[in-house]
Nanobody
Framework: VQLQAYGGGLVQAGGSLRLSCVTSGRIYSINVIGWYRQAPGKQRELVAI???????NYADSVKGRFTYSRDYAKNTVYLQMNSLKPEDTAVYYC??????????WGQGTPVTVSS
């Protein structure tokens, strides 16, 4: 499984960004695909996760502001981020966990929210 994330950038507080993660390879083996982020000096944390069946869960800090969606035809998942806050500044990563328990990471895409 290969993952390629993009869409990060610099945005003012209150603004929006949409991150994309394109999947390729043995995508049929993916059980769960998630978005994580890592801010400078902090541990990587889960932002949102989607199961194969489409159910989603969000970190409390982003509930109501971020929306996770997917486009089967494009093998792509999206993270729509609205009402961004400076504390959302981080490098965002997509992650896939397969039915065999393998874990794959895409390269990060940086998001900077200015106050």
């Amino acid at each position: 499984v290969q993952l390629q994330a993009y869409g990060g950038g610099l945005v003012q507080a209150g603004g929006s960004l949409r991150l994309s993660c394109v999947t390729s390879g043995r995508i049929y083996s993916i059980n769960v695909i998630g978005w994580y982020r890592q801010a400078p000096g902090k541990q990587r944390e889960l932002v949102a996760i989607m199961s194969r069946g489409g159910s989603t869960n969000y970190a409390d800090s982003v509930k109501g502001r971020f929306t996770y969606s997917r486009d089967y035809a494009k093998n792509t998942v999206y993270l729509q981020m609205n009402s961004l806050k400076p504390e959302d500044t981080a490098v965002y990563y997509c992650n896939a966990n397969t039915e065999m328990g393998y874990n794959f990471w895409g390269q990060g895409t940086p998001v900077t929210v200015s106050s």
